[in-house]
């Protein structure tokens, strides 16, 4: 995708502060950090979505957690953090380059969703 700006920090064509890179996916940190860690783990091939995920995506996926999950603890996160996927409209995806979020620090976050 030409125009997909996680595609091009995926292939190098734009900076990015990358924690991680292998030849399936990349680990980097987010611009607008919501707190101390804020990492996106993203697959480098263009998948618009978690929704647009097909069956042969599963192994990149998995990577994108497992390999997500052991860089927010080597950034920090030695006592947890929080994983999350905003998917389309009513998730209030912004970038549309499926992407894991992985945000932590020393504190307690806040409630996920107010009730
Ligand atoms: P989402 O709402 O889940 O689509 O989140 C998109 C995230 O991408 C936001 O947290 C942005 O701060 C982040 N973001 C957008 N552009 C960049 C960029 N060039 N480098 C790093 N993070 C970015
Ligand atoms: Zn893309």
């Known amino acids: 995708m030409s125009d997909c ?4 920090i ?3 064509d734009i900076p990015a502060k990358k924690a991680f890179e292998d030849d399936d996916m990349v680990v980097f940190h987010d611009i607008n950090p919501v707190a101390p860690v804020h990492l996106l783990a993203i697959p480098k091939r263009h998948i ?6 097909r069956p042969e995506d599963a192994l990149v996926m998995g990577k994108l957690l497992q390999t997500g999950a052991r860089l927010a603890v080597e950034h920090g996160c030695t006592d947890g953090f929080r994983t999350l996927v905003n998917t389309g409209r009513v998730g209030r ?13 020393p504190d307690v976050l806040p409630p ?3 009730r």
């Open 5 to 8: 700006i996680f595609c091009k």
């Open 48 to 53: 618009a979505s978690l929704a647009d995920a």
């Open 10 to 12: 995926a292939s190098g």
């Open 93 to 105: 995806q912004e970038v549309y380059h499926l992407h894991i979020h992985f945000v932590g620090g």
């Open 112 to 114: 996920m969703l107010k």
